[in-house]
């Protein structure tokens, strides 16, 4: 059987190489140096008020900011607490420093007297809005006092009763003509409570009816025609006086309309120089002379108190309000963060009063908007937040759209409410919109919501960390020091400023980075000085912050605490001595409140003759995740690669967690998984007090995983409180170790020698390790008494079983004790 080139993972132990060795306690953790940040206390460092190591995110939020064009609105995302908002603020701070004060705008509500339920919107520069509120209110009590002395005057009550006399001469000339006719024809016009009526007269006097029988028929005759002539023509002064005093109305409202025009020409004239350069509030202004005119009669009734104190007579008088809606008088370009993003606190509302057992409303009860507060700069919305509210989403795409805010009642939209709707006029919409929120709803969005897309053409993707060096140590310091002088916090030792630091690697999980959270290290450095407080300590030590940082984590804790006591009372199985053939500990992490926590879990496998089938429980039961059950089929093709190339790979193998009952996901456990088969097959005993955690490729190269700090420290704590012998370690894969950010004990028990934890690259070296016995070349030809060897040898005889052949002779091989511990396995 020729040896196969391509399989690097025995090259090593062929070559006769040792299982790598512990690693030293140096490469465990980066300690950041005090000295390295220039100071003794952080009240020597100048401010820096800005987020650091985000130029890619930074680069993006400029280009926004500064892009002119329809649809270049920003979302920005990353993690919590990374600096979102601090890095718009800082950039739209920028913005505005490099383009100056843009001109802004007033934006008023008036009243429309032609279609009064659609109010007009009128622009006018900054601070006259408020100006034209202030003289319409002036003219209105300027108007109350005039024109009813106007009416009062002299000169109208002459005209006035000059109208009144002509009529009244002209009605008495008809009257009289009338009576005149009668009295020539001997017809007396009486009055009566019903009217007129006529009858004839004889020697001045009416004629009683006895004597009107006694007439002859001839002068009876006469008589009736005469009275019906002068029925017909008193029905025609009459008609006339009908007339006239239509006449003496539209004289008097013409008189009226004069007189007003005297009180109000002027000082709506006067108010109009003042807004000479506003076309459109000049013709509000004609407008409202002209209503003024017509309705003269409003200002002239005297108030009334009403129940409640409302002053009835001026209800009316309120359509010459002026609704200053946005104010932008002495304000610097506008950045509006919006809390709660309803739909009304986006575009605004039409409020409603209870009046009489109905609800009323006018254009004076239009209530601005965020978009129309942030209209000529920035509104900054949380993305989830904004989602979650019912039509908000919806309001603002639309808004964005049209470039203009138009402000709808949703219940009257959907006749939720029946009363007076208003249609006010939309305003003209110029705003840069900016989103926050996670990159999964970033995602979603982009993929569903095509209009995102084309509003929101930028997304500023904050990093999780940045590289680890000197100078952005330095910068990270400074932040941390402006922020405690802002707060009124002690001042921060160098050798504090350097446990948060870190820290700070510890939670970027890289000791060649630090993480982006810095808000994590601002709360810390904030209890921190709390606990500095209470000792009675002028500031803030490195004593102080690990104390902060060890009650952050224990506040999460409970659930840890009760995993390791159960592992420690014997109720989970977890051996941390001696050797068991097909069982290894592997290391699993878990996430509460934001922290992360490792403990052991159990893995054991068992193998046997059959078709090449490796069973995982897990997945069986429906208990594993996708993601670790391709690492047991990758493991399953190492297994059937390395060992059945020309043969059939005939064996079944069993792999479980024990004593797990939830859901496990990931590949970090496939290492382990694969010593425990390999351990199986080989009959060689793993021991108990290493634990495994890493992935595996198909050509048996071990991969990074993540979480590799808190995973030791959960196996640590476990041995540690059962009793550190110098036989106890983790093995983890070599790419892990530029991750190593180990707490101090763990440190000192590996300088100590008596905890170890050791960087492998290969299967080989895994089970070198767990086993003391050489893993042997990784293809044929196998060494009887290596690892491989025995594999290949047991793999050989299931092959033979299989084709019918009887099994080969087997030797018992005594392992070599060549692990890191020399206790008998």
């Known amino acids: 059987m020729e040896t196969r080139a391509n399989d690097s993972t025995g090259t090593a132990a062929a070559a006769g190489r040792r299982p790598t060795g512990p690693l030293p306690a140096a490469a465990l953790a980066r300690r950041c140096d005090p000295a390295a940040l220039g100071c003794a206390l952080s009240t020597e460092l100048p401010d820096l008020d800005e987020v650091i190591g985000q130029a ?14 329809d649809g270049y609105h920003l979302y920005v995302m990353g993690p919590p607490g990374s600096g979102k908002r601090a890095l718009v603020r800082q950039a739209i701070a920028a913005q505005r420093a490099r383009a100056g004060a843009a001109p802004r705008s007033d934006w008023v509500y008036v009243n429309n007297f032609a279609q009064p339920h659609r109010p007009l919107a009128l622009e006018l520069p900054a601070g006259r809005g408020a100006a034209l509120r202030a003289d319409m209110r002036r003219l209105v009590e300027d108007l109350r006092a005039t024109i009813p002395a106007v009416f009062e005057s002299d000169e109208y009550t002459t005209q006035a009763e000059a109208i009144g006399a002509d009529i009244n001469a002209r009605a008495a000339r008809a009257m009289e003509a009338v009576i005149e006719e009668a009295q020539r024809n001997g017809i007396a016009m009486i009055r009566t409570p019903t009217g007129f009526s006529f009858a004839p007269v004889k020697d001045g006097e009416v004629m009683p009816p006895p004597e009107y029988e006694k007439l002859p028929p001839e002068e009876r005759d006469r008589i009736e025609r005469t009275i019906a002539m002068l029925q017909e023509q008193l029905v025609r002064v ?26 109000v020409d002027h000082a709506v004239d006067e108010i109009k120089e003042r807004y000479a350069d506003l076309p459109r509030v000049l013709e509000y202004l004609d407008a409202v002379r002209a209503d003024v005119v017509d309705n003269a009669d409003d200002f002239r009734r005297p108030e009334t108190e009403a129940e409640g104190g409302e002053r009835t007579s001026r209800a009316p008088i309120t359509r010459y309000e002026v609704n200053v809606l946005i104010d932008a008088g002495g304000a610097d370009v506008p950045v509006e963060v919006v809390d709660l993003p309803t739909y009304q606190t986006l575009v605004g509302r039409v409020d409603h009063i209870a009046r009489f057992g109905t609800l009323v409303t006018d254009f004076t009860l239009i209530q601005a908007g965020s978009l129309h507060r942030a209209n000529g700069g920035y509104l900054l919305i949380d993305a989830l937040k904004l989602l979650t509210q019912p039509f908000a989403w919806a309001a603002l795409k639309r808004a964005l759209a049209r470039r203009e805010v138009r402000i709808e009642s949703m219940a009257e939209m959907y006749s939720i409410v029946s009363t007076v709707r208003l249609e006010p006029e939309p305003i003209p919409l110029r705003v840069k919109v900016v989103l926050f929120g996670e990159r999964e709803l970033y995602e979603l969005l982009t993929r569903f919501d095509p209009e995102f897309t084309e509003l929101f053409r930028v997304g500023a993707d904050l990093d999780e960390d940045f590289p680890r060096d000197a100078a952005l140590e330095r910068q990270a310091a400074r932040v941390l020091a402006t922020h405690a002088r802002a707060n009124g916090l002690l001042p921060l030792q160098a050798a504090a400023l350097a446990r948060l630091l870190d820290h700070s690697a510890r939670l970027a999980g890289d000791a060649n980075k630090l993480s982006a959270r810095l808000q994590t290290l601002i709360d810390l450095s904030v209890q921190a000085d709390q606990l500095a407080r209470a000792a009675g300590a002028p500031s803030i030590r490195a ?6 940082i060890e009650a952050h984590r224990r506040r999460a804790s409970r659930l840890h605490e009760r995993v390791q006591e159960a592992i420690l009372r014997g109720t989970l199985l977890i051996d941390t001595a001696g050797a068991r053939i097909g069982q290894v500990n592997a290391l699993a992490v878990y996430e509460v409140a934001g922290h992360l926590f490792g403990e052991p879990t159990r893995i054991t496998a068992t193998t046997r003759f059959g078709e090449g089938q490796v069973i995982d429980v897990q997945r069986e039961t429906e208990l594993g995740g996708a993601i670790h059950s391709k690492g047991v089929l990758i493991l ?13 790979h005939s064996i079944v193998g069993s792999l479980v967690f024990e004593q797990t009952y939830s859901v496990v996901e990931g590949d970090s456990a496939s290492l382990a998984e694969l010593v425990a088969l390999m351990s199986s097959l080989a009959e060689a005993p793993l021991a108990q007090s290493l634990a495994v955690t890493g992935s595996v ?19 640590f704590d476990i041995c540690a409180a059962r009793g550190l012998d110098g036989s106890h370690g983790v093995i983890i894969p070599a790419d892990n170790a530029q991750h190593l950010m180990l707490r101090d004990d763990v440190v000192e028990a590996v300088a100590a020698g008596r905890f170890a934890v050791y960087a492998v690259e290969t299967v080989d070296q895994a089970i070198e390790l767990l086993t003391g016995i050489a893993a042997g070349p990784g293809a044929p030809p196998w060494e ?14 299931y092959a033979a079983m299989r084709r019918g052949e009887p099994r080969f002779g087997r030797k018992a091989a005594a392992p070599r004790k060549r692990g890191p511990a020399e206790h008998e396995r």
């Open 56 to 69: 890619r995110a930074r680069a993006a939020v400029e280009l926004a900011l500064a892009m002119p064009h």
């Open 238 to 263: 009459l008609r006339q006086q009908l007339k006239l005093r239509q006449e003496h109305s539209e004289r008097v409202r013409a008189l009226n309309r004069k007189m007003t025009l005297l009180a």
């Open 543 to 548: 004593a102080d912050v690990t104390a902060a």
């Open 636 to 648: 399953a093709a190492f297994l059937a690669a390395r060992y059945s190339e020309f043969a059939p």
């Open 697 to 715: 490729n198909q050509l048996g190269r071990v991969q990074a995983v993540g979480a590799v700090n808190e995973k030791i420290e959960g196996f």
């Open 784 to 797: 009887e008494e290596t690892i491989n060897g025995r594999i290949a040898r047991r793999l050989a005889e």
